[in-house]
């Protein structure tokens, strides 16, 4: 038979996902394993927003919609990040896709030449380098150490460009690091690809999500000129927890989203309808319900990272937001955990998951080793059995 696609041949499957399912499997097996692999809110989608959609269904709104979305959710966008993140759009500009990865995956389409350079820091959320070379492009990996609390500095993005260099993608706050760049931080980056004339693609998903009092500076608020350049992502799976809902979007340039939609008009046609309908009521309808589940992620954070410092041989920083840690397991390395001798993460994360019935990501599908991701969008419940299991797994 003849060779299939080299690119589609080369592509990984999701390091989460895979977790995910696992996971899912053990349980539907019987087992009592806790999970803290897959990021999503435990959370139900309010009650609202569901009833929303009943009605769209019942009244017969089940037809197609123009591919880039129905002007209300693009309009219900603009309006939502003009409130939330001071930064201005028209409905032309916005492109509505199946779910934020959907609404990279077409961006990274729309502007990736074969051969080009996509600037992306370390540690990164596994999707982004596997749809950088699905669109013929070539990863650069900046590496973002712990002692520099996972961030990047300017002068690092500054070496790192070259004449091929197209793209730098940020993810803000981060999955998988929680970590969140200051305004000032931020500025020093966005100076690097005006300068360099790079696009930019700035992932906010996260950006409800926020602890200690912190607030948030979308990377296009930092003026017009970075503005011209960013392929703003955001969706409402993390903020109004629908995540099965599968609606994403961006907001650029008005060219860059008129491509965008004729791409989309040969792929997925337009998201679902229902959902869009859905997702006009989560960006306009009261927003009181996401502060109360923040809220709930904060105690989380502040219980899970003050237990996990308190056991010997491991560590992780305090993230500002998102609902992640990264767990430092580097004095682990070259110990016997669970019956197997521990080399790397994944060894890790396997044996904790076959002995110690909790499922963790190793972070090697993230860019870097030593350390496993764990997920706060977990009940309470769960992430005082996962850390009771997880300091007897260490012990
Ligand atoms: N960006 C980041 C950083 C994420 O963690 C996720 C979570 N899956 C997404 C995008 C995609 O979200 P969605 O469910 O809307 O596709
Ligand atoms: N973003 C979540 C995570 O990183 C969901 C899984 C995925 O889409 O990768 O766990």
């Given at each position: 038979m003849k060779e299939i696609s080299r690119i589609a041949a080369a592509v990984q499957a999701s390091t989460t996902l895979k977790v995910d399912a696992l996971f899912k499997q053990m349980k539907a097996d019987g087992l009592d394993v806790v999970g803290f692999g897959a990021?999503?809110?435990?959370f139900d989608t309010p009650d609202n927003i569901k009833e929303v959609a009943y009605n769209a269904i019942r009244d017969g709104q089940t037809k197609y919609t123009p591919s880039n979305g129905t002007l209300e959710l693009r309009e219900a966008v603009a309006k939502r990040l003009f409130a939330d993140c001071n930064v201005q759009y028209s409905s032309n500009q916005i492109v509505v896709a199946s779910g934020a990865k959907h609404s990279i995956y077409i961006a990274l389409q729309t502007l990736i030449n074969p051969g080009d350079e996509v600037l992306l820091p370390a540690p990164y959320w596994v999707t982004y380098e596997e749809a950088i070379k699905m669109s013929g492009g070539v990863p650069v990996i900046i590496n973002a150490p712990e002692s520099q609390d996972f961030k990047i500095t300017s002068q690092q993005l500054e070496n790192a460009v070259t004449d091929k260099t197209k793209l730098f993608i940020l993810n803000n706050p981060s999955n998988p690091t929680g970590m969140l760049y200051s305004e000032t931080e931020l500025k020093a980056l966005a100076d690097v690809c005006v300068a360099h004339d790079l696009y930019i693609l700035s992932d906010e998903i996260y950006y409800k999500l926020l602890y200690d009092g912190k607030t948030f500076t979308s990377m296009a608020a930092l003026g017009e000129e970075i503005k011209a350049r960013t392929i703003l992502v955001n969706g409402v799976s993390k903020s109004y927890a629908m995540t099965g809902w599968r609606i994403g979007y961006t907001a650029s340039d008005a060219k860059i989203a008129e491509v965008m939609s004729n791409y989309l008009s040969h792929s997925t046609s337009s998201p679902s309808t229902i959902s869009q309908i859905a997702a006009v009521e989560a960006l306009n309808g009261p927003q009181e319900g996401i502060d109360a589940m923040r809220d709930v992620f904060e105690q989380r954070r502040n219980y899970i990272t003050e237990r996990v410092n308190s056991i010997d041989g491991i560590s992780c920083r305090i993230p500002e937001g998102a609902f992640y840690i990264m767990i430092n397991i580097e004095k682990l390395i070259g110990r016997t955990l669970g019956g197997k001798i521990i080399n790397n993460s994944d060894d890790f994360s396997l044996a904790f998951l076959e002995s110690g019935l909790v499922a963790v990501v190793s972070c090697t599908g993230f860019g870097c080793d030593n350390f496993v991701r764990l997920t706060y969008a977990a009940s309470m419940e769960s992430i005082k059995e996962g850390l009771d299991r997880l300091e007897t797994f260490v012990k």
């Amino acid at each position: 038979m003849k060779e299939i696609s080299r690119i589609a041949a080369a592509v990984q499957a999701s390091t989460t996902l895979k977790v995910d399912a696992l996971f899912k499997q053990m349980k539907a097996d019987g087992l009592d394993v806790v999970g803290f692999g897959a990021g999503e809110p435990d959370f139900d989608t309010p009650d609202n927003i569901k009833e929303v959609a009943y009605n769209a269904i019942r009244d017969g709104q089940t037809k197609y919609t123009p591919s880039n979305g129905t002007l209300e959710l693009r309009e219900a966008v603009a309006k939502r990040l003009f409130a939330d993140c001071n930064v201005q759009y028209s409905s032309n500009q916005i492109v509505v896709a199946s779910g934020a990865k959907h609404s990279i995956y077409i961006a990274l389409q729309t502007l990736i030449n074969p051969g080009d350079e996509v600037l992306l820091p370390a540690p990164y959320w596994v999707t982004y380098e596997e749809a950088i070379k699905m669109s013929g492009g070539v990863p650069v990996i900046i590496n973002a150490p712990e002692s520099q609390d996972f961030k990047i500095t300017s002068q690092q993005l500054e070496n790192a460009v070259t004449d091929k260099t197209k793209l730098f993608i940020l993810n803000n706050p981060s999955n998988p690091t929680g970590m969140l760049y200051s305004e000032t931080e931020l500025k020093a980056l966005a100076d690097v690809c005006v300068a360099h004339d790079l696009y930019i693609l700035s992932d906010e998903i996260y950006y409800k999500l926020l602890y200690d009092g912190k607030t948030f500076t979308s990377m296009a608020a930092l003026g017009e000129e970075i503005k011209a350049r960013t392929i703003l992502v955001n969706g409402v799976s993390k903020s109004y927890a629908m995540t099965g809902w599968r609606i994403g979007y961006t907001a650029s340039d008005a060219k860059i989203a008129e491509v965008m939609s004729n791409y989309l008009s040969h792929s997925t046609s337009s998201p679902s309808t229902i959902s869009q309908i859905a997702a006009v009521e989560a960006l306009n309808g009261p927003q009181e319900g996401i502060d109360a589940m923040r809220d709930v992620f904060e105690q989380r954070r502040n219980y899970i990272t003050e237990r996990v410092n308190s056991i010997d041989g491991i560590s992780c920083r305090i993230p500002e937001g998102a609902f992640y840690i990264m767990i430092n397991i580097e004095k682990l390395i070259g110990r016997t955990l669970g019956g197997k001798i521990i080399n790397n993460s994944d060894d890790f994360s396997l044996a904790f998951l076959e002995s110690g019935l909790v499922a963790v990501v190793s972070c090697t599908g993230f860019g870097c080793d030593n350390f496993v991701r764990l997920t706060y969008a977990a009940s309470m419940e769960s992430i005082k059995e996962g850390l009771d299991r997880l300091e007897t797994f260490v012990k």
